[in-house]
């Protein structure tokens, strides 16, 4: 035991490569399985290179960026003390790690999409393993680069900078080592919202202009070979949910762990790791939960062509987290020391505990974990609620699509904006609740355990597009009807699951959000924010203004792309004669080029908003303003999140509920029938809203808390820092003192 207490830290680099060996294993297993004929080959290979192109040209601009913000960053790195210029090695290392967990998921996801339809001529449980299979791949190198990058880069910069110089684990030595680590976070969460914008508005563009024209105008099926833009929708599937969700799940991973230990440096822990035992303790979570959900994964499995598969997704997710909440207790009680803790922010200059400070107890932390596995549970079930077929919020969007148009528009506002009732108030009780059990430390924990299990959430959401992606090479392969209506039943769950991902991701996001505005405070070194003064104030109306003007941006970006499609798609039907009947090629790759192009060029404005205005208002107006402003831009996005990618998830549903009929008023509705019609209308306003704006808002609201923690020592005034300085000097003697305590025992 004593030899594991002295190795954990080197431990947790571990669990990622079980996670990274364990990916490799079932990625050769994908790629073992047929590939189908010669048809389905081809039209998988038009979507492989498509989304190979887009992100080529992606990386090509993110590589300009991340040399220029490294660059600053290691200048930046030279006028603090507790900064260092190696900031820019940390910033590059995950930018890279969070573009390479993009690429692991898109190059998996196109290879399963065409093995998923093959799967599917066989049976719905073969095609169900295969596809999730493909997830299951993508959420394992997720999980495991963040957990490789993050525990190695600790363990350098812990001995760089604390332990080659004998320094406190409390002190300005530490602050300075999680201060370079930031910059991981920094990169990861950097290039998760250019991935997510530009993502959403390729797949946007090219799906909302393959509906107009195709669907509304020429009457023909969603995946017809005969729509030029439609290799364009299923390259946009890739781009969009599989690599920009990676990026966006790594970057949310890697926030919340790094958040945790930020304010785990600020309690004095006497435990068995030399006094870092809070500080390991989020990564040690992660490693636990990687290792939970390869074996929840193994238990998402059907046998029957009437078994759900979204019970099957459910089991194999609730093991996940139920393993994991019953490890970490173990975990907890062993890490953690039987005495009582509390922040050093909460002493006054004597060193007393002030009035009123929370004093918390190890089983106050594993509390507080239990909270967020409980929030993120709940989250999902919300959002399945609001979005699944046969459920009363996406039957009410049926109902009013008899009477138009503009009704189904109508009901589908109003069921985004009713959905953010319930997960508000969850969130209300999981932020109250952690923070009674374990203070600001027990927010971020609580984040640290819903995020715990991310490579099964990830499993889970990754899986729809890959089925969305093998119901489009069936169709247009014209495969027999019960190989579409397979990969249609595989389509319709994954609806559903990337709603609860979206309704996962902006939770995490908005505890991963305080706990960064936690350690943002302390690290600023102010001692609170007073909305009651008016530059404050200020702030806080401008961040929530934030969020509505980035939504306007994306969705703005996504309708402008999409016209140029509308225009190229009418263009080819127009003057390319045969396409109708079979007997010409579409042209394809303009529609892919319009695509890429497109968003390339759209997603710089939104991502120059949420890196340059934290800059912009900490340096002109101090920390303080600067809080006010992300306390806005949190409430807010998280608030805009949730309407955005719920209304987006009910409209879907709500148009492929009339694939199978749907009764209204006594009388069966199917396709391209008037309430169809006005189901597609409904589907083409969501899907910008939970493909592009709705799920960048947890990027958002996390890139902004991020900039600010990383220039937050560039804030703190001269004052501040000395006082800073003075309890880092007591927590240190009080470390020394325990030391010949210890000793003499």
């Known amino acids: 035991m004593d030899l594991l207490n002295n190795y954990l830290i080197y431990l947790i680099p571990v669990f990622g490569l079980v996670g990274i060996i364990v990916m490799a294993i079932k990625s050769a297993w994908v790629t073992k399985q047929e590939t189908g004929d010669a048809s389905m080959n081809q039209l998988a290979g038009y979507i492989a290179d498509g989304a190979m192109a887009f992100l080529r040209a992606e990386w090509k601009v993110l590589g300009y960026f991340v040399v220029v913000a490294g660059l600053l960053l290691a200048w930046s790195g030279t006028t603090v003390a507790t900064s260092s210029p190696v900031i820019a090695i940390s910033f590059v290392i995950g930018a890279f790690l969070s573009a390479f967990a993009g690429f692991i998921g898109m190059r998996i996801a196109t290879k399963s999409n065409v093995r998923t339809t093959q799967a599917a001529k066989t049976s719905l449980a073969k095609a169900l393993k295969v596809s999730f299979t493909g997830g299951t791949v993508m959420g394992l190198g997720v999980a495991g680069l963040a957990i490789i990058g993050l525990g190695s880069l600790f363990i350098v910069f812990y001995t760089m900078y604390v332990t080659s110089k004998g320094e406190s684990v409390n002190g300005e030595a530490m602050a300075k080592a999680l201060d370079v680590l930031a910059g991981f976070s920094l990169g990861a969460e950097s290039i998760a919202l250019f991935a997510r914008v530009g993502g959403g508005i390729y797949t946007k563009a090219a799906d909302v202009g393959a509906d107009l024209v195709g669907k509304v105008e020429a009457g023909i099926p969603e995946d017809d070979v005969r729509n030029p833009a439609t290799i364009a929708d299923n390259v946009g599937d890739n781009v969009g949910d599989v690599a920009g969700m990676g990026a966006d799940l790594f970057g949310s991973y890697v926030a919340t762990m790094l958040a945790t230990m930020v304010l785990g440096r600020e309690i004095v822990s006497h435990d068995k790791f030399g006094g870092i035992a809070p500080i390991l303790l989020p990564m040690v979570i992660a490693g636990l939960g990687l290792i939970f959900s390869i074996v929840g994964a193994s238990l998402v499995k059907i046998s029957k062509e009437t078994d759900s598969v979204q019970k099957a997704l459910n089991i194999g997710n609730w093991a996940s987290i139920l393993l994991t909440a019953i490890a970490t207790y173990f975990v907890v009680q062993w890490m953690l020391p039987a005495d009582s803790f509390h922040m050093v922010r909460d002493e006054d200059a004597s060193g007393a505990i002030k009035a009123g400070s929370l004093v918390f107890t190890k089983n106050g932390v594993f509390g507080s974990i239990l909270v967020g596995l409980v929030v993120g549970t709940l989250m999902s079930i919300i959002t399945e609620y609001y979005t699944a077929m046969g459920k009363r919020p996406v039957m009410s969007i049926i109902r009013q699509s008899s009477t138009g148009h503009a009704t189904n528009i109508i009901a589908g506002l109003a069921i985004g904006m009713e959905s953010t009732v319930l997960p508000i108030l969850v969130l209300a009780a999981g932020i109250y609740g952690s923070y009674f059990f374990a203070g600001l430390y027990g927010v971020a924990i609580a984040a640290a355990g819903m995020m715990a299990t991310t490579a099964m959430q990830l499993a889970i959401d990754a899986f729809g597009p890959i089925a969305d992606n093998a119901g489009g090479i069936a169709e247009m392969s014209r495969l027999p009807e019960e190989v579409r209506h397979r990969t249609d039943n595989l389509d319709a769950v994954g609806n559903t699951t990337a709603a609860t991902g979206k309704g996962f991701a902006i939770a995490s996001a908005a505890l991963t959000s305080l706990a960064l505005f936690a350690a943002f405070v302390g690290v600023a070194g102010i001692e609170h924010i007073d909305i009651y003064k008016a530059n404050v104030l200020a702030g806080l109306f401008v961040g929530g203004m934030i969020p509505f003007i980035f939504s306007a941006l994306c969705i703005s970006a996504v309708g402008r792309a999409a016209m140029a499609m509308v225009e190229e798609v009418r263009r080819q039907f ?165 030391i010949h305590v210890d000793k003499k025992i």
């Open 574 to 738: 127009r003057e390319i004669p045969g396409i109708m009947e079979y007997k010409a090629r579409p042209e394809y790759e303009k529609c892919v080029e319009i695509s890429t192009k497109a968003s390339i060029r759209e997603m710089v404005a939104p991502g120059l908003i949420a890196l340059i205005t934290p800059i912009v208002i900490g340096f002109a107006f101090g920390p303080e303003v600067l809080g006010g402003l992300l306390a806005g831009v949190t409430v807010s996005g998280v608030l805009m999140g949730i309407f955005q990618s719920n209304a987006g998830g009910a409209w879907d549903n709500a148009k492929k509920s009339f694939e199978k009929g749907v009764e209204i008023n006594g009388e069966i509705y199917y396709k391209k029938s008037e309430p169809h019609k006005a189901s597609v209308t409904g589907d083409t306003v969501g899907d910008p809203f939970k493909d592009t704006s709705g799920p960048s808002m947890n990027i958002l609201i996390k890139l902004m808390s991020i900039v600010s923690l990383v220039i937050a020592p560039h804030l703190n005034t001269a004052d501040n820092t000395n006082k800073m300085m003075q309890k880092q000097e007591k927590v240190q003697s009080m470390n020394v003192h325990q």
